[in-house]
């Protein structure tokens, strides 16, 4: 029973940081959804404690939200251009944080506890999901059938490029989402309060490698949130004030077992399985160019030089010129014809944001994230590195697209504001969590 609880929490988990559109309801996703739910909930707790108080940190992030909106919309206007893109960034903030704090209820009633390694526990299973979905959807024709016949995702694309998907999890979306999660397991690994049990570790050290390998093949982009995951933990390697020796060697020691079984498995399957070979072959270019050209070389990034592109003039840098998507379809577009189906022939985030609405819409968006994280990092100190870590991630991740990781920030945003110092004193395992979540449907707040 408790087992079957625990997947329909993570289904829940899943529908905020994968949303899905039915093929039944379009349009509408399951964020947007909870978003709805999650304004019922936040009325019946103001309800209850007769107050509308609302907590500053989250009146602030609002208030810059709505600065990107406000610069948007004045760029919009300015230019004479119909791309609302970002003029409607503060709805869509608000939307985040209506369904993550529809997430962190759940989680809370079914625990009776709400903590940040709750959270991370719930991720990891989530993206260990959706990577085992999509290599099942590209090799089982009934699980792709099946998935395709009432989500929507674009898959008839997908298909075409011979790019795997998961269940709302695919591109440069996924790849970012799945580098916040990589980066959350390695900050977890690394924190000194975490006695942190041998079955635990190694769950989290495989989903780990597990979500790299995958997620790369979903989307190459992965590879920032590995990267930096993987270089934190040899941060807390090397650096004994962080972890005991013993704790440390413990880790490394696990570390290095699943390599160990794992890389072997990997080059025998890469040489006697052709999809394997091409999948990974895909997913790590740029090293097996590496070895056997003597240079690094990955395909995508010839396009992305080819995409840095700077505003030309004075008047496009102050407030940009109203286009974030292609201008082909604007009646009132001058200009030549974009490539790539993006204004300027740029994928890359800080120019399109720049194209968009100029430096202070560059610089709006970007204080959005940094306030979020900070303001995390100060309610919650001991897992401040996690927040930080997730936000250097967003950052990096502009250099290739748009897309942003206020998905993960806002559901650790609101654990910080329903739980304070968002820690729990027990030290009960993330993943051994059939005796709490029997307690926490006992116990409900």
Not at 30 to 41: D, S, W
Not at 319 to 348: C, E, H, P, R, W
Not at 410 to 431: N, S
């Amino acid at each position: 029973m408790m087992i079957f609880v625990e997947l329909l929490v993570m289904f829940v988990v899943s529908m905020y940081f994968f949303p899905i559109e039915f093929v039944w309801f379009p349009g509408i996703n399951t964020k947007m959804a909870m978003a709805a739910v999650g304004l019922v909930i936040a009325a019946g707790y103001l309800m209850k404690e007769k107050s509308t108080n609302i907590p500053r940190p989250l009146l602030i992030v609002m208030m810059i939200s709505s600065m990107v909106s406000i610069i948007g919309f004045i760029s919009v206007t300015y230019n004479q251009t119909s791309d609302y893109t970002y003029v409607s960034y503060v709805a869509s903030a608000a939307v985040w944080l209506s369904a993550a704090f529809v997430v962190c209820n759940v989680i809370k009633w079914v625990h009776g506890r709400l903590d940040v390694r709750l959270i991370v526990g719930y991720l990891t299973a989530v993206c260990v999901y959706q990577c085992v979905m999509a290599l099942l959807i590209d090799n089982v024709m009934p699980v792709k059938t099946f998935v395709d016949s009432f989500v929507e995702q674009a898959q008839e694309g997908l298909t075409e490029n011979h790019r795997l998907y998961g269940v709302g999890a695919s591109l440069d979306t996924a790849g970012s989402r799945f580098s916040t999660v990589l980066v959350a397991i390695s900050v977890l690994l690394g924190v000194t309060k975490e006695n942190m049990k041998l079955p635990r570790m190694l769950t989290y050290i495989f989903s780990f490698f597990f979500i790299t390998v995958v997620g790369n093949m979903i989307a190459r982009t992965t590879i920032v949130g590995a990267g930096i995951g993987l270089a934190w933990l040899l941060f807390v390697l090397v650096q004994p004030t962080i972890r005991q020796a013993s704790s440390r060697m413990r880790l490394l020691g696990v570390m290095t077992g699943i390599l160990l079984v794992g890389v072997p498995v990997l080059v025998f399957l890469y040489n006697t399985s052709p999809w394997v070979n091409e999948q990974l072959r895909f997913a790590f270019e740029g090293f097996f160019s590496l070895v056997e050209t003597g240079e690094w070389h990955v395909s995508s990034n010839d396009m992305l030089e080819k995409m840095v592109v700077f505003p030309d003039n004075l008047k496009t840098w102050l407030i940009g010129d109203g286009y974030f998507n292609s201008a082909i379809g604007d009646v009132n577009f001058l200009g030549q014809d974009t490539q790539s189906g993006f204004y300027k022939g740029t994928d890359i985030g800080y120019c399109r944001f720049l194209f968009y609405f100029g430096i202070p819409g560059l610089l709006a968006i970007t204080a959005v994230m940094v306030y979020t994280a900070v303001a995390t990092a100060r309610i919650i100190p001991e897992y401040k590195f996690l927040f930080l870590l997730v936000l250097v991630v967003g950052l990096v991740v502009w250099t290739k697209v748009a897309t942003d990781v206020f998905v993960a920030l806002a559901i650790y945003f609101v654990v910080a504001l329903m739980e304070g110092d968002g820690t729990a004193e027990d030290d009960i395992p993330d993943w051994d969590i059939d005796e709490e979540a029997s307690k926490g449907l006992i116990r409900r707040d």
